[in-house]
């Protein structure tokens, strides 16, 4: 089977420390031809939906690739390892949902195995980091062409950990979705897709009371002025021209935010 050649790498690890270095050097200890992209590091410490949310959104961007991604509050625990086959690429981490939405975003998931194939890991295995001792390898010997089902025993696909699905209901006039993230610019992403804006006009409310301007760019509003729009992810976002739309808001992931047509 031939290589992916590409490893894409998600976490919450951070950067001031070494934990990324340490994972690097273990793909680099198999497989060190195989290129790898950081995605990010810095996913909000075990926040596993915001880890599939930008595992999602980036992945299909990238060459087929191997996905290796760790946000693993579980670390240790009984959640098993796993390794998700796609039409556009594997992906490897913990069964606690972090690797659904980026799979079903790569084509849909075609087979699923559990990573318990001892000789794939190294030494003795830390309770505490998995990335460096079982899922960055497993990733560097899938970069190679190993066989996924060399991982360990299948799994049934209906039974993997799901994330609950956002929240986002559209009706007559308004938009009602969940805070799917919120970048460093502080620009809300909502759960609800861009094509929801059809259904409303220019001049909106956001929560009832905040007023904002349909628009497709930030300079489609004055400095300071909010502006309701498509991302780059397709999904409907709100940012605040020179500003930051989240503490206008006041509102973090997993808030509801209404918008309206005025």
């Known amino acids: 089977m031939a290589g992916y050649g590409w490893i894409s790498f998600t976490t ?44 999602a959104q980036t992945a299909p961007h990238l060459p087929a690739s191997v996905h290796l991604a760790v946000v693993d509050p579980g670390v240790g625990t009984g959640r098993r390892g796993i390794v998700l086959v796609t039409p556009n690429g594997l992906l490897v981490g913990p069964d606690n949902g972090l690797l659904i939405w980026a799979a079903e975003a790569l084509g849909g ?22 990335g460096r001792d079982v899922f960055a390898p497993a990733a560097a010997r899938l970069s190679l062409g190993a066989a996924p089902a060399e991982a360990g025993p299948a799994v049934d696909p209906t039974e993997l950990t799901r994330l609950p699905d956002p929240i986002a209901t559209i009706g007559d006039g308004w938009i009602e979705a969940e805070v799917l993230t919120v970048d460093r610019f502080g620009n809300v992403q909502l759960a609800a ?34 502006l309701v729009f498509a991302d780059s992810a397709d999904r409907v976002a709100i940012a605040v021209n020179n500003g930051r739309a989240v503490v206008l808001l006041s509102v973090v992931p997993g808030d509801i935010v209404r918008i309206t047509a005025r």
């Open 12 to 55: 919450d690890y951070g950067t001031f420390d070494g934990f990324v270095a340490a994972c690097h050097g273990s793909i680099a200890r198999v497989a060190p031809e195989t290129r790898v992209i950081d995605v990010t590091h810095h996913v909000p410490p075990a926040d596993v939906a915001r880890g599939a949310a930008v595992l």
């Open 109 to 130: 998931i075609t087979a699923a195995y559990e990573l318990d194939n001892k000789d794939w890991t190294f030494g003795d295995v830390s309770r505490t980091f998995h």
């Open 193 to 226: 897709e861009g094509s929801a804006l059809s259904g409303l006009g220019s001049e909106l409310l956001v929560n009832g009371g905040v007023r904002a301007r349909r628009g497709t760019t930030f300079a489609d509003v004055n400095v300071g002025e909010l």
